[in-house]
T-cell receptor, first 114, second 114 residues
Framework: DGGITQSPKYLFRKEGQNVTLSCEQNLNHDAMYWYRQDPGQGLRLIYYSQIVNDFQKGDIAEGYSVSREKKESFPLTVTSAQKNPTAFYLC?????????????FGPGTRLLVL | QQQVKQSPQSLIVQKGGIPIINCAYENTAFDYFPWYQQFPGKGPALLIAIRPDVSEKKEGRFTISFNKSAKQFSLHIMDSQPGDSATYFCAASGLETSGSRLTFGEGTQLTVNP
């Protein structure tokens, strides 16, 4: 059963704490993306990776970090520097990073601050 | 210049009605325009996409109309059903500027009443 899995479904963060969101895909896709979704603001790109061991900042990378050590995995760390982390986080992947590639999304992780 | 503006923010129609969602862009380098559909608590999924060499594309009950000179495109849902109730996002990307990287609109929450 191919697809993108994100875990956990809900995550709670305390003040000053770093938390890591998991994203795994078994679609053999080269490119992976992290988006943040807030009400009324659409999807905003945090980081993306076109290939293993390489990634680029998106529009709102401050306070976040990523790694891409394996093709199938692209974890996102929300650091304590991110002052407003409460949001719905979506991971996506596409076969390549070329023009017109369809992005396939995971089910998302909702991050809440205690 | 990278923005995609989407309207309305929310839309309520009766079953069988034809909701229309509009998007406008500024970047003339954009040349791929997908629409994504998102159900509550789920990740978005590609619904339909258009390239600027055509003015209209139809897939089932969903139609994209594209006006290159006005830099606008819209989604029409024919014979809408309660199961179409979801949030719809338009997006755009450009071969020369962004490859697979998408710029999303703010989203439209559609409710189709029985």
């Amino acid at each position: 059963d191919g697809g993108i899995t994100q875990s956990p479904k809900y995550l709670f963060r305390k003040e000053g704490q770093n938390v890591t969101l998991s994203c795994e895909q078994n679609l053999n896709h080269d490119a992976m993306y992290w988006y943040r979704q807030d009400p009324g603001q659409g999807l905003r790109l945090i980081y993306y990776s076109q290939i293993v061991n390489d990634f680029q900042k998106g529009d709102i990378a401050e306070g976040y970090s990523v790694s891409r050590e394996k093709k199938e995995s692209f974890p996102l760390t929300v650091t304590s520097a991110q002052k407003n982390p409460t949001a719905f986080y979506l991971c996506a992947s596409s076969m390549g990073s070329g023009w017109g590639e369809t992005q396939y999304f995971g089910p998302g992780t909702r991050l809440l601050v205690l | 210049q990278q923005q995609v503006k989407q309207s309305p923010q929310s839309l309520i129609v009766q079953k069988g009605g034809i909701p229309i969602i509009n998007c406008a862009y500024e970047n003339t380098a954009f040349d791929y325009f997908p629409w994504y559909q998102q159900f509550p608590g789920k990740g978005p999924a590609l619904l339909i996409a258009i390239r600027p060499d055509v003015s209209e594309k139809k897939e089932g009950r969903f139609t994209i109309s594209f006006n290159k000179s006005a830099k606008q495109f819209s989604l029409h849902i024919m014979d809408s059903q309660p199961g179409d109730s979801a949030t719809y996002f338009c997006a755009a990307s450009g071969l020369e500027t962004s490859g697979s990287r998408l710029t999303f609109g703010e989203g439209t929450q559609l409710t189709v009443n029985p």
